[in-house]
């Protein structure tokens, strides 16, 4: 059974960090691609960032230079570093993982950023 299970997410003030965590199960981690995607309220959900089998990274425009996402394949986990966080990013932060045409998605952890 594949599993995709975020965490990390919380409440945070502006212009503070979080590190949202993505733990597979259940495939070949390694040979998949994995993403952060999110979903604020009343929104379609969006890219954030992205991350090849091969370690090539990929990133929505609103978060180049704020966020790092990264891998580690022993531990079959998903990483996104997010720093000088906005009320923006307020949003449901989903993993995904990829590989050609199958896609499995985690449940969503929810990140707020308030004043």
């Known amino acids: 059974q594949v599993q995709v299970v975020e965490s990390g997410g919380g409440l945070v003030q502006p212009g503070g960090s979080l590190r949202l965590s993505c733990a597979a199960s259940?495939?070949?981690?390694?040979?998949?691609?994995g993403g952060w995607y999110r979903q604020a309220p009343g929104k379609q959900r969006e890219l954030v960032a992205t991350i090849t089998s091969g370690g090539i990274t990929n990133y929505a425009d609103s978060v180049k230079g704020r966020f790092t996402i990264s891998r580690d394949n022993g531990k079959a986990t998903v990483y996104l570093q997010m720093n000088s966080l906005k009320p923006d990013d307020t949003a449901v932060y989903y993993c995904?993982?990829?590989?050609?045409?199958?896609?499995?998605w985690g449940q969503g952890t929810q990140v707020t950023v308030f004043s």
């Open positions: 995904n993982a990829n590989r050609k045409r199958v896609d499995y």
């Open positions: 259940g495939i070949i981690f390694s040979i998949f691609s």
